[in-house]
């Protein structure tokens, strides 16, 4: 077997992201059979394909499918017509029962193959309630090389290669796919996100350019809360134009009354993420709000808040159910960003105290707790990078008796779990988006807790990527 050798293969199984599995027989005595495996992109269990090798190692080798002789059963037609050249939706032609299954498989395969866990409980995951439409925040890019799909590159004298609005092709951070249409986000924000395309495009505005680090327009942010309807709409320039974005609000709330807010975010950095290093608040307060059970979270333009609304509740739910809390607990919610699981379990405990790095989230979290009347949470901005038993030292701190984990996908640093074990809680309830990091901060944690049961939360419908909660006992 080599690179570029065409195969027919049957997909048996599926592997985490988003990855077919087939086995082959080599005759080749110097590979390991058993274990020789190939990773199909975009393969579903029960397909039959004939596929190209991309890549190939001593073990393993990486292929596309060229066709599908046979699908499998669990495939379905997608609904979004830039379903396989956007990046957004992986999973959008494989039926929702089968992506929960495959997502409950690969969640305890992490845990028991590569984490080597035994004698712990899996929980059932639990489904979204809704597959489309469900996402209160979407992020476009603008680009000044438009990604064409197949039945636009007949026509590219119809078309605006050097502008686009949408999402950014696999692999391409220099191409955007413009979208006119996208199922995740409410039917508004595709109105919104149309409209900016063409008032900027018929302004003949300038796009950024990751090349020559020049131009005006750099990104369309939407939040649309779930619960309360709000509204926001954040366009992130590279400098600021009062006059031509106070037009662009003008026509956009005329069209769009329902809008709560408008701002503009402005930076000059060379990196690619939709956030400023100032804000001017075109239009309302600046914020919106969403709720969450029966409190509600002031919602800034750069604050993190959990996408699926209705599922964060059940997310949120559980790790409370995780936690058992007697209500006379010291509680620490590590990577607390604006305090929305402090907020949410303050009245199951008798104190808590969250550790955020990031200090804009800091100052959501002290406004939600005003908001909600919550006496109990205390705020601190605290680099988790860095070893933070000295700081609960110096404010003098009492000691956890339940600790809380909500980690960003790289999981926690090894400085932030010496500190977890140094201070001993009872209980560890982690919260993580990525289960192979959370399988491997645990095992660190092992020699004095041990995992007690499991269980995944689909935010995510149509994508690989899956919340799971775990909780660790001292032993």
Aim: proline share 4%.
């Amino acid at each position: 077997m080599k690179v570029k050798d065409i195969l027919e293969v049957g997909i048996t199984s599926y592997a985490f992201e988003g990855k077919g599995i087939a086995r082959v027989n080599l005759d080749d005595p110097e590979q390991d059979l058993q274990n020789f495996v190939i990773f199909v992109e975009k393969g579903y269990p029960g397909d039959l394909a004939r596929i190209q090798i991309t890549k190939k190692k001593k073990n393993y080798a990486n292929a596309q499918i060229l066709e599908i002789l046979t699908p499998s059963s669990e495939r379905i037609t997608p609904k979004c017509k830039f379903f396989g050249t956007c990046g957004g939706c992986k999973q959008q032609d494989m039926d929702y029962s089968a992506q929960l299954k495959y997502k409950q498989l690969q969640v305890t395969e992490t845990f028991t193959q590569l984490g080597g866990f035994e004698n712990f409980r899996i929980e059932e995951i639990v489904p979204s309630k809704e597959t489309f439409f469900y996402r209160n925040k979407m992020e476009f890019s603008f680009g000044d090389r438009r990604w064409l799909l197949k039945e636009e590159i007949d026509i590219p004298a119809l078309i605006r290669t050097d502008y686009a609005l949408g999402l950014h092709v696999p692999g391409r951070f220099d191409r955007v796919l413009n979208i006119d249409e996208c199922f995740l986000q409410s039917h508004k924000s595709n109105g919104i996100l149309n409209f900016t395309y063409k008032f900027f495009l018929d302004k003949l505005t300038t796009v950024y350019s990751t090349k020559t680090h020049t131009g005006f327009l750099r990104n369309l942010a939407i939040r649309h809360s779930y619960n309360t309807k709000d509204l926001m709409v954040n366009l992130v320039t590279s400098e600021e134009n009062s006059s031509l974005l106070e037009e662009y609000t003008d026509k956009l709330i005329k069209l769009f009354p329902s809008i709560t807010t408008v701002v503009n975010n402005i930076t000059a950095s060379k990196s690619g993420v939709a956030v400023g290093e100032r804000e001017v608040v075109l239009y309302g307060e600046g914020f919106i709000y969403d709720t969450i059970g029966s409190y509600k979270f002031r919602i800034s333009a750069n604050s993190f808040f959990q996408t699926n609304t209705s599922q964060a509740l059940k997310l949120y739910d559980t790790a409370l159910n995780f936690a058992d809390l007697s209500g006379n607990e010291i509680l620490y919610d590590l990577y607390s960003g604006a305090g929305t699981i402090a907020v949410y379990m303050s009245s199951f405990t008798k104190e808590i105290h969250g550790f955020e790095s990031v200090l804009e989230s800091v100052k959501n979290a002290e406004q939600n707790v005003i908001i909600n009347s919550v006496n109990n949470v205390t705020s601190h901005n605290v680099d988790l990078y860095k070893s933070f038993l000295p700081y609960i030292t110096q404010n003098n701190l009492p000691k956890p008796d339940v600790v809380v984990v909500d980690p960003p996908r790289n999981g926690m640093h090894t400085n932030t779990i010496d500190d977890i074990l140094q201070l001993a809680p009872s209980k560890i309830v982690y919260i993580s988006c990525n289960p192979a990091t959370q399988v491997r901060d645990i095992k660190l944690m092992t020699p004095k807790y041990k995992l007690v049961k499991i269980k995944p939360v689909d935010m995510f419908p149509h994508t690989y990527h899956i919340e799971n909660v775990a909780l660790l006992i001292k032993t």
